[in-house]
């Protein structure tokens, strides 16, 4: 018989303990346990003859023990369990922001197929991978370079010659308006997308909107002046990514597409956002984000994201309603309109950075934070205004 009792644990590593929160059929009493078992990695909930055993996220050092529920008469009742130091450390290496599917991890010349329905985007062996640098690498550039390279004569004066010297710069890669540019016979890696030559690909529609107002050519598009275009899979029509004039490059999203690689992982659109909202935390520093489509996207949202990461960027979390344990980033979340995104964003003082998604991968994460609410307790599931979610790291 399954039992009516539901566990969440959680590994806070910033206060070094695994909180343990149950949900009870009825109220607590003194039949309500939680029992550790020796090897501090396992726990079993008792309660009116009821049973539920979870395997925690991390280990406790605790030892064998019988625990009493602390509150009688609550239907949910919580422990906290000091953590291990050995846990503690191995913890700490999953706070650091990895990159799924980098250079190193895709195999050497795989190929990229549309995810849905298997069709070649890019052949076996067409390219060799070559991991991006980070999103800010032109900023820093023209930060630490005050000289910059240049030809002997140059001035060391902080004008650095004037307009034309600056041009020249830009065009030898740096200042914060340079772009890379997509080559033939590479695939760059970025954070959530990989980077191509059109003459790498096959199998594309191009539109300025949806799949039925595309082409397989994109020359029948070039009038259009547009920054960018919609790129879609000429078999099943699902939206792989984006054609960006001026890098001039076909830009693939991870979740979309599969290629193989060493760790055997499909990254999904959480996983990928996940990423960036670290990253992005890690360049500016701010804690918010607004989650919006993406220039020109196919389809309207009917709502857009803003979260709030609090405390720490990433918990390790287990659950008796999944199996096994699952890094993630715990954040608020709010559902918003894009008008009221737009108005946030216009703001002198906004405090929120600008993530951009396609409208179908904004839904999509949007229903993996409404499923990812309801794991957890009910009553941590809301921050005043705000729902609490997780993304899977």
């Known amino acids: 018989m399954e039992s009516n009792i539901s566990v969440y644990a959680e590994l806070r590593s910033y206060i070094r303990t695994i909180s343990v929160a149950v949900s009870l059929p009825s109220l607590s009493d003194s039949s309500t346990r939680l029992t550790v078992a020796a090897d501090g990695l396992n726990v079993r909930v008792s309660h009116h003859g009821e049973t539920r055993q979870l395997r925690l996220p991390g280990k406790t050092s605790l030892g064998v023990a019988s625990l009493p529920a ?87 004066d902080h004008s650095h010659g004037g307009k034309a010297d600056e041009a020249s710069l830009a065009a030898r890669g740096y200042g914060a308006s340079s772009t890379i540019s997509a080559q033939d016979g590479i695939g760059f890696v970025d954070l959530t997308t990989l980077l191509f030559s059109e003459s790498d690909c096959q199998g594309l529609t191009f539109s300025l909107s949806g799949f039925e107002q595309g082409s397989t050519n994109r020359e029948d598009l070039m009038e259009t002046q547009s920054h960018s275009l919609n790129v879609f899979c000429s078999s099943c029509q699902t939206q792989l990514g984006f054609f960006n004039f001026r890098a001039a490059a076909v830009t693939l999203l991870k979740w979309q597409v599969s290629c193989k690689s060493a760790s055997g992982i499909l990254p999904d659109v959480s996983e990928c956002l996940a990423a960036t909202i670290s990253s992005t935390i890690a360049r500016s520093g701010s804690s918010k984000s607004l989650i919006i489509p993406v220039a020109g996207s196919s389809e309207k949202a009917d709502q857009v994201i803003h979260v709030w990461v609090m405390l720490s960027r990433g918990i390790v979390y287990s659950t008796s309603a999944v199996e096994g344990c699952t890094p993630a980033i715990k954040l608020f979340y709010q559902l918003i309109s894009q008008e009221e995104a737009d108005k946030m964003l216009e703001e002198i003082m906004c405090d929120a950075q600008e993530i951009n998604l396609p409208v179908s991968g904004i839904k999509d994460v949007i229903g993996h934070l409404e499923d990812s609410n309801i794991l957890l307790p009910a009553s941590e599931r809301r921050f005043k205004d705000w729902k609490v979610g997780l993304l899977k790291r």
């Open 70 to 156: 602390q509150k009688q008469g609550v239907p949910i009742v919580e422990w906290r369990l000091p953590l291990s130091p050995e846990s503690a450390s191995q913890d700490s290496a999953l706070q650091e922001t990895t990159q799924l599917w980098s250079a190193t991890d895709l195999e050497a010349g795989s190929s990229a197929e549309c995810k849905k329905c298997g069709a070649t985007v890019v052949k076996d062996g067409a390219v060799a991978w070559k991991d991006l640098p980070s999103e800010n690498w032109a900023e820093m550039m023209d930060f630490w370079h005050c000289h910059k390279p240049a030809d002997h004569g140059h001035s060391h």
